[in-house]
């Protein structure tokens, strides 16, 4: 099993960054397929990035290309989501998610372990 434990959220004005963080124990998690996904208030929750193992390929959302940032840091069993010129649509509870099948899927389905969220909230 593998837990995961999401860090960082907070309110930031419209033009600002933050940095979400989540960290894993359980097993490492070098090589799984990790991902964060977003959950707005009255919408499904929507795939944001996600971060192949080894090589580190990435994937992300057309919302957030050129301002979000994935990393991950099979080390310290982390990932991270840098989050660059916040709008206020970004505001949400942001989720880590982990599934240990190929590819780099935006399938909330596909992935089979949850943090428990933190929230973003971004004011204009």
């Known amino acids: 099993q593998v837990q995961l434990v999401e860090s960082g959220g907070g309110l930031v004005q419209a033009g600002g960054s933050l940095r979400l963080s989540c960290a894993a124990s359980g097993r490492t998690l070098s090589s799984y397929r990790m991902a964060w996904f977003r959950q707005a208030p009255g919408k499904e929750r929507e795939f944001v990035s996600a971060i192949s193992p080894s090589v580190g390929f990435t994937r992300y959302a057309d919302s957030v290309k050129g301002r979000f940032t994935i990393f991950r840091d099979d080390a310290k069993n982390t990932v991270s989501l840098q989050m660059r010129n916040l709008k206020p649509e970004d505001t949400a509870i942001y989720y880590c998610?982990?599934?240990?099948?190929?590819?780099?899927?935006?399938?909330?389905?596909?992935?089979?372990?949850w943090g428990q969220g933190t929230q973003v909230t971004v004011s204009t």
């Open positions: 998610a982990a599934r240990a099948g190929a590819g780099l899927s935006t399938d909330v389905q596909e992935y089979g372990y």
